[in-house]
């Protein structure tokens, strides 16, 4: 029971609500929504994107960008395990996450050959995952763990001559070893991660070609969780129970001990998380003619997260020690990686057409994680883009872009609170020039992502440490809409 109670609480302050990269926000402007490729813009979305590239902004002076997305994500297992006693020994399990708020604010102050920029956003986590009904670590732990339990108990009693006639009454043989059937789980979780970035930095043109960047982000991580888990015995069990006690005060004394008031476990947890880390940016940029090429670099970010828990409450106390890790006051790593992102732009028509390609390379497995679980991951994320911008007039603007997402995943990653899919993205939308100085942008994305089947062999310590074999069938959706404008003072 001891591990049961540590996958239940495992999975309640582990969630995870990231998009882009794995641990890593990468759609703050709207004009990433609407193409995606956006790491050769010279317009005020480079703070972020291309920020060497905020020295080649045309206009002089204050520039500034108002944006906010709304992302609205399902993560869904279907899980396969001997004990579940639905058709195929299948349940599916459905976490919700929103997020429908997603701000993000620009800053760009041009003067000649230099560039003052900044920026806020969501750089990391973003959003809310509640699974109403639990999931499949809950049950199959549980469930595992009771008829481990009732069956070892099975065997004492039929090894004494005393005891062992009682086996063959209905009331006894129904109830050992225990199943599915004569107890219920209850359980709940949702959290929320967040990590606000706030960056600042300098770019200088040093010639008709090159430009350069330096600059610097704080990350502030803060989370939330609060889950509870109940398992206790039907009515009807507990009844039984009453029946043997009557048979035998010894025996129905045992089986009360595993289930006081028939309660077989519980847990009620509401922890708050935070913490904060710097990330150092480098970026440069070179134009010829209709082409830039541009790269930018961010160095890991060194992140603990530091536990302030509100509740912890376990039942059997004897548990407690498996809580070790969500006491008040617990450090745990949770490092942003380091990321390079390299670009090519070309303008088809000048002043009409334009087109980038662009690659990232998230470095997750150098990233320290909770439990060391980056080093299963077979190599770091990599990322391809392209985007296409077309000016239909001094007026409209319409674009569309591509994404293709594909992480190095293993199966020891992967868990049921905190899993990714390789996945594609497309964007569209466009903008429209209000005035000389006032721009609207509008973008809608979605994303398809493959299916990840994980299967585990019957063993130690097999499915969700029961030894039992199962299989996990990992998916999930994703849907982003976001309004933004910018305007120059």
């Known amino acids: 029971m001891k591990k049961i109670i540590f996958l239940l609480a495992s999975a309640i302050v582990t969630i995870n609500a990231q998009a882009g990269g794995l641990l890593t926000n990468t759609n703050h402007h709207i004009s990433f ?16 994107t291309n920020p060497a590239g905020t020295a080649w902004i045309k206009h002089e002076g204050w520039s500034l960008s108002l944006n906010n997305q709304s992302a609205f994500q399902t993560r869904n297992v279907l899980a396969t395990f001997p004990l579940f006693p639905e058709e195929n020994h299948q349940r599916k399990y459905k976490g919700t996450a929103s997020a429908p708020v997603l701000p993000s604010a620009y800053a760009v102050y041009k003067k000649d050959r230099w560039a003052l920029s900044g920026f806020f956003g969501i750089t990391g986590g973003g959003g809310k995952c509640s699974f109403a009904h639990g999931l499949s670590m809950f049950d199959a732990a549980v469930m595992t763990g009771i008829y481990s339990q009732t069956a070892q108990l099975k065997a004492a009693l039929s090894q004494n001559p005393e005891l062992a006639p009682l086996l063959a009454l209905p009331a006894v043989s129904q109830l050992l070893p225990m199943t599915p059937d004569s107890y219920g789980i209850n359980s709940a979780m949702k959290g929320t991660q967040i990590v606000y970035g706030g960056q600042l930095g300098a770019a200088y043109r040093l010639n008709n070609h090159w430009s350069g960047y330096v600059g610097f982000r704080m990350n502030y991580f803060s989370g939330n969780y609060k889950g509870h888990v109940n398992v206790g015995l039907n009515p009807e069990v507990l009844a039984t129970i009453q029946q043997i006690a009557a048979l035998r005060p010894d025996l129905g004394a045992t089986l009360a001990q595993m289930a006081p008031e028939g309660q077989l476990a519980s847990i009620a947890l509401d922890c708050d998380q935070t913490g904060w880390g710097v990330t150092p940016i480098v970026g440069i940029d070179y134009k010829w003619r209709g082409l830039t090429l541009a790269a930018k670099y961010e160095f890991k970010t060194n992140l603990n997260i530091e536990n302030d828990t509100k509740q912890l409450d376990v039942t059997p106390a004897t548990f407690e020690g498996a809580m070790a890790d969500y006491q008040d006051g617990v450090n745990t790593p949770s490092d942003l990686p380091a990321i390079l992102y390299v670009a090519a732009g070309y303008e088809f028509i ?78 569209l939308g466009g903008a429209v020039n209000l005035s000389e100085k006032l721009r609207l942008n509008v973008g809608y994305f979605w994303t398809t992502y493959s299916d990840y089947t994980k299967n585990v062999e019957a063993g130690n310590p097999g499915y969700c440490n029961t030894t039992m074999a199962g299989t996990d069938v990992y998916s999930r959706t994703n849907k982003v809409f976001g309004v933004g404008v910018d305007y120059k003072f």
């Open 33 to 48: 929504a609407r193409m995606l490729a956006r790491g050769a813009s010279t317009e005020i979305d480079a703070v972020y």
């Open 350 to 427: 000048p002043g009409k057409l334009r087109g980038t390609i662009e690659y990232h390379f998230f470095d997750d497995k150098r990233a320290e994680m909770a439990g060391d679980k980056q080093k299963a991951l077979k190599r770091g994320t990599n990322e391809v883009l392209a985007g296409i911008e077309w000016d239909i007039n001094k007026t409209f603007t319409v674009s569309t872009g591509f994404q293709r997402t594909d992480y190095g995943l293993a199966d020891d990653f992967q868990t049921h609170t905190a899993f990714s899919c390789d996945s594609y993205s497309i964007g």
